[in-house]
């Protein structure tokens, strides 16, 4: 296992309302990756996060939005929720600037939008 | 967006064959990862072939590239009924982000 964890595991939300989803990067990691990952589909990326500035953005609307604290982990941002918002949604942690570009995911959150 | 669309989408074997999988690619890429995905949890990074490697081995695992065809293969050797996953190739795209962009996978069964 790698050591990123994320909370919660499962979260069942309103079409409406707003979530806060968290990640944990492993130890010595400054980079925090976030990817939705619809049924039966592969992740797709929706931002990163490298010493707590946004570095990249995948084709998500504004109301995906993030944070990154000062001991590097991470928060992921959903206002406003829509039924398609529904997904596992992983965080991966990865070290900014080598040459090695493993990322190490995290067990992910189930997100349900009713 | 998809970048990389794996072959075949599902895939059935008996425990002890060999199991190929495929992977297309669209743009021009630093590197090539395969990622194994259990019952829609966590994916776990099984190896990293840079784009100029052309083959690359890890236990029972080999990975091949060839990116004058933009494809990428991987062979996972004497299969075990643990083997049963999701299987995703992803390519890095080193513009800004450290992002990797995901196929939609190769759901693999291997049976008793």
């Known amino acids: 296992e790698t050591g990123v964890t994320q909370s919660p595991t499962h979260l069942i939300k309103t079409r409406g309302q707003q979530v806060t989803l968290r990640c944990s990067s492993q130890s010595g990691h400054n980079t925090v990756s976030w990817y939705q990952q619809a049924l039966g589909q592969g992740p797709q990326f929706i931002f990163q996060y490298y010493r707590e500035e946004e570095n990249g953005r995948g084709n998500f609307p504004p109301r995906f939005s993030g944070l990154q604290f000062p001991n590097y982990s991470s928060e992921l941002n959903v206002n406003a929720l829509e039924l398609d918002d529904s997904a596992l949604y992983l965080c991966?942690?990865?070290?900014?600037?080598?040459?090695?570009?493993?990322?190490?995911f995290g067990p992910g959150t189930r997100l349900t939008v009713l | 967006s998809q970048q990389g669309e794996e072959d075949p989408q599902a895939l059935s074997i008996q425990e002890g064959e060999n199991a190929t999988m495929n992977c297309s690619y669209k743009t021009s890429i630093n590197n090539l990862q395969w990622y194994r995905q259990n019952s829609g949890r966590g994916l776990v990074h099984l190896i990293l072939?840079?784009?100029?490697?052309r083959e690359k081995h890890s236990g029972r695992l080999r990975v091949t590239l060839d990116t004058s065809k933009k494809s990428s293969s991987l062979l996972i050797t004497a299969s075990r009924a643990a083997d049963t996953a999701s299987y995703f190739c992803?390519?890095?795209?080193?513009?800004?982000?450290?992002?990797?962009?995901f196929g939609q996978g190769t759901r693999l069964t291997i049976n008793p």
């Open positions: 072939i840079r784009s100029n490697e």
């Open positions: 992803a390519t890095y795209e080193i513009q800004g982000a450290q992002k990797l962009v």
């Open positions: 991966a942690s990865s070290l900014g600037g080598t040459a090695t570009l493993e990322q190490f």
